[in-house]
């Protein structure tokens, strides 16, 4: 697939592709950046012919904060605190990534204890995060009622967030080194009853949502995107694993306390929207699976190995590290002068960046309709794409 | 097209990505070629979806016990935070309103957003530094839990009132300590050596919540209460330096 750049003026003024026997007129249409279903300040460009979609252009930038460029005047363990508002759903990841990031530069070499709670940490965040997912995809979709289910199911993740870190959404709890707190007395207990309470939950989920014909036929070979399409858009997460593709970096690449743990990787057949709604669905099981192999067997040991006080001075040169979060694959990258606390450059590769551009791909030649579908579908967070 | 049933057509089987072999399980679909169902087959198990689903409303609308929304402005009362909750930042003090913040700085030097600012001053009778004023700005904390972590003296801790939304802007802009003057570690410290306690107690000075620097330079406004300060002609300058 070519990728071909041009400004918005020129995507605009290309006539219309095609035999046209109605000899109808194309049309574009704003959809957002103020508007319930794009989940945010994002807008889509729609070049419009009736009903169905010819061209969807997303403008991007409504909600740019320069975050990147905020790093480079903060110290490492400041700059975690500003992920957390990158991908407010999966914000614990986000901060495991900047904090793997300085470990693998520092050659920080961790204890059991911080990976494991590091790793139950995650996937309850990933799990609050499908949920809160879940519900809203019903919600486009024309239910109401899966939203309020899903937002129960989660505020029992947060709770547990609660009492453990003080946040329920921007959190700051894995840092550089360790964390934040040690865990709650309770947190292991809490665990325990969310995981009782919430796995009968997702069959109910399955009863209400999946088994539903309406939202099978809604979502069924709607937003196909093909493994070659969605590798060659640099698509990842549970969007590329819809489409058949088993990148998974919790397997591929394991970090934490995945090397330890049983688990299987959801993946779809056909990369429609059907598949990406199962996708997730089943990881919200495999996290629980993942979590109850490890809430037992939680080793002792020191949550914070560097002291606050201490300065962090990376080695000159660049470091990278990336992992898995709730939508895909984040990269973490900076730039050492080996002399300052500061990074000379911060890069994020976040996840929705890279899967928002294959709203053009799915929705081609579909109806206005399957837009809002896809859009559900591919779980975009837009403060992640802008930063 | 044919119903998908989601309990029965997943399959698990193995793949690798790179040479890293990946179990997975594979989304379920509807049945096709062969296995492909009659029509009427379809159609009973579609509409019987529907019911299914309107099984699990109905039986929320049925059973109230299961009801989890609380109603908040109600329950001021019995409402209790989790002990750890972020609600806003305050000066651990002792039981004779003494301080253990001797303004060191570390807080405001750790504070990623210039949320805290620190003056100190020179105590006239035992030569030490000491806090002068603690300005929090509400309207710039991010609750990142920075200045806790950095506080070597445990002067810090977050209180459980997430109540902070008010009327004026100026009035989120707080002075955390009561007073300027010795922290209980220098207190203590004289008591010891009973050199000089009360001279030393003497140079405390009160500090108001809404003293030193607020937005729009403290002004009054047309409508809004002025706000008490403890010294409104020049309430940010330290007094002996």
Known sequence: MAVKISTLEERISVPAEGDNPLNTQEYFINMGPQHPATHGVLRLMLKLDGETVREVIPVL????????????????????HLTDRCDYLSAMMNNWAVSLMVEKAMQ???????????????????????????????????????????????????????????????????????????????????????????????????????????????????????????????????????????????????????????????????????????????????????IEQLIDN?????????????????????????????????????????????????HMRSPNYHNVWSV??????ARIGDLVANISSLDIVVPDIDR | ????????????????????????????????????????????????????GMKVTIGYLVRPSTVVTQQYPENRETLKMFDRFRGQLRLIKDENNYMNCNGCNFCEIACPNGSIVITDQRNPVNEKLELERFLWRLDSCTFCNACLQACPHDALEWSDGF?????????????????????VKAINRAKKKEDRVEELLATMEPRKQYGGPVPLAGRKMPGVPALETENTKDNASPKHK
């Open chain 1, 298 to 346: 939680i080793p002792a040991g020191k949550t914070m190995l560097s002291k606050p006080a201490k300065k962090i001075i990376l080695p000159e040169g660049s470091h990278y590290a990336q992992l898995e979060t709730a939508r895909g694959i984040l990269g973490i990258y900076a730039v050492s002068d080996g002399k300052s606390e500061n990074p000379v450059r911060i």
């Open chain 1, 360 to 365: 053009d791909a799915m929705t081609r030649n």
């Open chain 1, 108 to 290: 920080t070499q961790l204890n059991d204890r911080i990976e494991y709670i590091r790793t139950i940490m995650a996937e309850l965040e990933r799990i609050q995060s499908h949920m809160l997912w879940w519900g809203v995809l019903g919600m486009d979709l024309g239910a109401f009622t899966p939203f309020l289910y899903g937002f129960r199911d989660r505020e029992m993740i947060t709770d547990i967030f609660e009492e453990t870190i003080g946040c329920r959404l921007t959190m700051n709890y894995i840092q550089p080194g360790g964390l934040m707190d040690d865990i709650h007395p309770n947190f292991v207990k809490r665990v325990k009853d969310v995981i009782a309470y919430a796995k009968p939950k997702i069959d109910e989920y399955e009863e209400l949502l999946s088994g539903n014909v309406i939202i099978q036929e809604r979502l069924r070979n709607v937003g196909t995107i093909t493994a070659e399409q969605a590798t060659s858009l640099g698509v990842t997460g549970p969007v590329l694993r819809a489409s058949g593709v088993a990148l998974d970096l919790r397997r591929v690449a394991p970090y934490g306390a995945y090397g330890q743990v049983d688990f299987e990787v959801a993946v779809g057949s056909v990369g429609d929207c059907w598949d990406r709604y199962w996708v997730r669905v089943e990881e919200i099981r495999q996290s629980f699976r993942i």
């Open chain 2, 1 to 52: 097209m044919g119903y998908i049933d989601t309990k029965k057509s997943t399959k698990a089987k193995v793949t690798t990505v790179g040479n890293t072999p990946i179990n997975v399980v594979i989304a379920p679909r509807s049945p096709s070629g062969a296995d492909s169902e009659s029509l009427l087959t379809t159609i009973f198990k579609s509409v019987k979806s529907l019911f299914v």
């Open chain 2, 163 to 183: 109540e902070a939304a008010v009327y004026d802007r100026r009035l989120l802009v707080y002075t955390l300590n009561d007073y300027a003057g010795p922290p």
């Open chain 1, 61 to 80: 930038g409504y909600i740019h904060r320069g975050i990147e460029k905020i790093g480079e005047h903060q110290t490492y363990r400041q700059f975690v």
